[in-house]
């Protein structure tokens, strides 16, 4: 076992990491840019190291600076997270040149999987399904044009080396896919450093299933079954529930099988997640994530598995804790992406201080954060603030405890995303588990509708709230941060 593990990341995944090395009595390693100072994580850890400016080019994504904390420190092995450097291949082999394990696959199966046109022959070749398009990349337009009309419209744009759904464009004739073709390759070379595009076919509905897969240095290899992750805004997850709604054990055990395949075909190690669209009964390959994704809490709590000290172990040379028989799925779990962004703006981001904060609990409730009263949300990263969790022993109970949990949640100074997960977890067509990937958008007139009833629900209890905190001194802080909400909520409604 490690006897130190760096941590380099932030905020909420930091903290997670840090809870998993104390329950293994291994010592941990934060780092932290200028902008996160006062986070929770940073003296959580057993260590911390500055990075100095905040922003992500000279602090997270500065791979020689955090290989020499790591050095300085006396680290033996270090934690990427998800984000930043997680899915950097060269961050990777870095590590190895310097005799430090990064808990991760190695970095020639990320380089692999993290361009997508190699990722999809390879699954081509293993034998798992993929979707109809190009196996290399598009050289100009008249040959993405060639192609689209051969794979029939609509087809989408993607970058080759991209993630998150960065650059995707999605066109239904030739006139939008030139666009399409020159927007994602301007966007793939600002993100990426790379501009190549890729075209496939188009689903218009699908649902966004992936399976959490984990695999040792001794062959083995299970997955921990599958999770729902269609309730997306621009190709970004808002919302994922484990298990999938439509999810047999017939269907379970088919596309289980399927991501351990294309797992064993890669000699991948580690945990990762074997992404796929599914739609109208047939699945098809989407992408492979070589890290710990931010939605592994729903996983943890249906199978009791705890996966970063699964990864923690496996790093180290240990063999898996579990086999698939192990696998059991217990009730239903849903998490809350919760962010400091306005849902009723578009979603824009709206960093700032946090005022007021109280945090939902309860039977059930699993909360995974890093923030706190004061705490200053940067603008430099992710507008993340935590991660909501409730368990249930079904899908309905998982429900209605999300919605108690949201409506215990207190956060002031800052708009959150909170109306819209109220919003969603009373929307009829979610409850009836009418889900694809292109939800929000179809139904943002009754979301919309419903997060102003939320907002005119929290105006009354803030206004309630406010007249019982008033009186007490010690509590005029809240407040004023009260009075603050309802300003701003009743400019919004203007």
Not at 244 to 254: A, N
Not at 303 to 318: F, M, P, V, Y
């Amino acid at each position: 076992m490690f006897e130190k593990i760096l941590i380099a990341n932030r905020g909420e995944i930091a903290i997670r990491i840090m809870r998993a090395c104390r329950e293994l009595d291994v010592k941990s390693v934060a780092i932290y840019s200028d902008a996160d100072k006062t986070s929770i994580y940073t003296n959580y850890a057993d260590e911390h190291y500055p990075l100095g400016d905040p922003s992500p080019s000279k602090s997270y994504l500065n791979i020689e600076k955090i290989i020499d904390i790591a050095i300085d420190s006396g680290a033996d092995a270090i934690h990427p997270g998800y984000g930043f450097l997680a899915e950097n291949s060269r961050f990777g082999k870095e590590c190895e040149k310097n005799g430090i394990t990064l808990i991760g696959p190695k970095g020639s199966v990320i380089e692999a999987m993290g361009d997508k046109i190699t990722s999809k022959k390879m699954m081509r070749k293993a034998g798992v399904p993929v979707v109809e398009g190009t196996d290399k990349a598009i050289s100009d337009i008249d040959q993405g044009v060639k192609i689209a009309d051969n794979i029939g419209y609509p087809v989408i744009v993607k970058a080759s080396a991209g993630g998150g759904g960065i650059g995707m464009r999605t066109a239904y004739d030739e006139e939008e896919l030139i666009k399409a073709i020159k927007s994602t390759q301007s966007v793939a070379s600002t993100n990426f450093g790379d501009s190549t595009v890729y075209i496939e076919k188009y689903l218009e509905k699908p649902r966004h299933i992936e399976f959490q897969i984990i695999g040792d240095e001794h062959g083995n290899t299970i997955h921990a079954a599958d999770r729902e992750c269609s309730i997306q805004r621009r190709h970004q997850k808002l919302i994922e529930e484990a298990p999938s709604p439509i999810m047999t054990k017939e269907l379970r055990k088919e596309m289980g099988d399927s991501a351990i395949k294309a797992a064993e075909h890669i000699n991948y190690t580690n945990a990762g997640t074997v992404e796929f669209l599914y739609n109208k009964g047939e699945y098809y390959f989407l992408e492979m994530n070589t890290r710990i994704q931010v939605e592994h809490p729903i996983t943890e709590i249906i199978t009791n598995i705890d996966l970063i000290k699964e990864q923690i172990k496996i790093a180290s040379g240990a063999e898996l804790s579990y086999t698939q028989k192990d696998v059991v799925v217990r009730g239903h779990a849903i998490e809350c992406r919760i962010n400091a962004e306005d849902p009723l703006s578009d979603f824009i981001p709206d960093p700032g201080k946090i005022t007021a904060y109280r945090s939902p609990g309860g039977p059930g409730v699993r909360l995974d954060s890093g923030v706190h009263t004061n705490y200053v949300i940067p603008p430099y990263y992710d507008s993340m603030i935590s991660k909501l969790i409730t368990w249930g022993k079904n899908r309905n109970e998982a429900i209605c405890r999300m919605k108690r949990a949201l409506s215990e949640y207190i956060i002031l100074g800052v708009e959150t995303t909170i109306p819209f997960h109220k919003a969603i977890m009373r929307n009829p067509y979610f409850q009836n588990a009418d889900l694809h990937t292109h939800f929000v958008d179809q139904h943002k007139k009754g979301i919309d509708d419903e997060m102003e009833q939320v907002r005119n629900e929290d105006l009354e209890r803030m206004n309630r709230l406010k007249s019982t905190f008033m009186p007490g001194k010690k509590i005029a802080a809240i407040s004023v941060a009260v009075g603050s909400y309802l300003n701003t909520a009743q400019n919004n409604k203007k």
